[in-house]
Structures are given as structure tokens and as C-alpha cells.
């Protein structure tokens, strides 16, 4: 049982540049998360998904697009890499909304040059 | 707002000894609380929650946390400290946003063992 995966494991962009993050869930959950994790400030939600077909805006979406065309996959895309967006991104599902935890898969580490 | 406050960045032990890692917490509402474990390059794992049930929640790996709404804190603790343990642990509250539940993260505090 694989649980949440996300590649790819590291990337280094240039600025400017685009690429897309995918993860996949074999878990069935209807909710699924993006956030990005820096020193000292935890993890903030980028954008979420409430179930196939749907997205929402986190706490910071700017700079950053999602798709959930299949249940499974939660696609972020960065269209044009800033220095800002140099993180570790996590991606993260959950059950239901009500207070179920989350699972979260290993991370990408983005570094934009 | 809700939010959470997690009061030390590092906590250094020796390996059998107490663990304590301290957290508060603001919220309107009546919270729920977690704690998840981020062991080095890997994600979040949670390691237990409380929601309203019995303020003292047991997890896995031995570790419990008391919730205190008398003083608005929810500190994890272990009684004997072992290597594994050696991570980052986020405190969180959750927060429900136009019905959907969105979850407030700490700062993190980074969990150091020593033999």
C-alpha cells in the first residue's frame, strides 16, 4: 500500500521556468492538500481539493495552479518559477473533512536559481 | 484567528530520560488539536488528536498529550526518551472555514537525543 506519492523527489528550475508536481493517492480519499513547508514558519496551505473536479485557494496560492481531474492525482503547477517558491512541497490527503487525519507523501524540494 | 504557538524551536534530552514539548493554542471555538512527527526527509505522520473526548489522548510510539483549556496548551510528552524520537513535531489546531476543516500548523520543534 503505497499510501501518498509525489515526484519528483528534487528539482532545481531557473527562473522563469515551468514544471508541474504530481501526486498520487491509492487511498481513496476524496480530500486532498498541497503545502509548502520553510524554515521556521511550518507548513501553509497552498491550494486544496474538496473531491474530483474541485480546487480552492489556500493561505498562499499565489504563483501556483492546481487540477484534480481524477480522484487519485492532484497536479500543482508552477508556470513561471520564482526565487520565493524554493521550498519543500508536501502533498497530503485526507478521508473526510471532519477532523480526519491527514497522510502525506515524502515531499519535493524545489530550489529555483 | 486560531492559531498555535509552539514555544521552543529546539529540545535537547538524553535517551531514557522525559520528553516535553510544549504548545499553545487561540481559538473561538472549542478546538481540535493534533501533533504530527516529521522525521528527515519524510512526510508528516500524525501521532495523535484530540477532540473533545478524554483531555488525556494517548498516541503511538508512547507519547500522550494533555489538553488544557484552562491554560490553552496541549504539550506532548514521553516519559522515557528513545533515538527514534529524534524529529521535528508539529503542533495543530483545526479550524473549520466555511465547512471545510483547515488546519493551523506550528512552527515546529526540533527534538534532539543523545545517547
Known amino acids: 500500500n503505497a499510501g501518498v506519492t509525489q515526484t519528483p523527489k528534487f528539482r532545481v528550475l531557473k527562473t522563469g521556468q515551468s514544471m508541474t508536481l504530481l501526486c498520487a493517492q491509492d487511498?481513496?480519499?476524496?480530500?486532498m492538500y498541497w503545502y509548502r513547508q520553510d524554515p521556521g514558519m511550518g507548513l501553509r496551505l497552498i491550494h486544496y481539493?474538496?473531491?474530483?473536479?474541485?480546487?480552492a485557494k489556500g493561505e498562499v496560492p499565489d504563483g501556483y495552479n492546481v487540477s484534480r481531474l481524477k480522484k487519485q492525482n492532484f497536479l500543482l503547477g508552477l508556470e513561471s518559477a520564482a526565487p520565493s517558491q524554493t521550498s519543500v512541497y508536501f502533498c497530503?490527503?485526507?478521508?473526510?473533512?471532519?477532523?480526519?487525519?491527514?497522510?502525506f507523501g515524502n515531499g519535493t524540494r524545489l530550489t529555483v536559481t | 484567528a486560531q492559531s498555535v504557538t509552539q514555544l521552543d524551536s529546539h529540545v535537547s534530552v538524553s535517551e531514557g530520560t522525559p520528553v516535553l514539548l510544549r504548545c499553545n493554542y487561540s481559538?473561538?471555538?472549542?478546538?481540535?488539536l493534533f501533533w504530527y512527527v516529521q522525521h528527515p526527509n519524510k512526510g508528516l505522520q500524525l501521532l495523535l488528536k484530540?477532540?473533545?473526548?478524554?483531555?488525556l489522548v494517548k498516541g503511538i510510539n508512547g507519547f500522550e498529550a494533555e489538553f488544557k483549556k484552562s491554560e490553552t496548551s496541549f504539550h506532548l510528552t514521553k516519559p522515557s526518551a528513545h533515538m527514534s524520537d529524534a524529529a521535528e513535531y508539529f503542533c495543530?489546531?483545526?479550524?473549520?472555514?466555511?465547512?471545510?476543516?483547515?488546519?493551523?500548523f506550528g512552527t515546529g520543534t526540533r527534538l534532539l537525543v543523545s545517547p
Open positions: 497530503a490527503s485526507s478521508r473526510d473533512r471532519e477532523n480526519s487525519p491527514l497522510h
Open positions: 481539493s474538496v473531491g474530483e473536479g474541485t480546487t
Open positions: 481559538s473561538s471555538y472549542s478546538p481540535s
Open positions: 484530540y477532540t473533545s473526548a478524554a483531555t
Open positions: 487511498m481513496n480519499h476524496e480530500y
Open positions: 495543530v489546531v483545526s479550524v473549520m472555514n466555511t465547512g471545510f476543516q483547515k488546519l493551523v
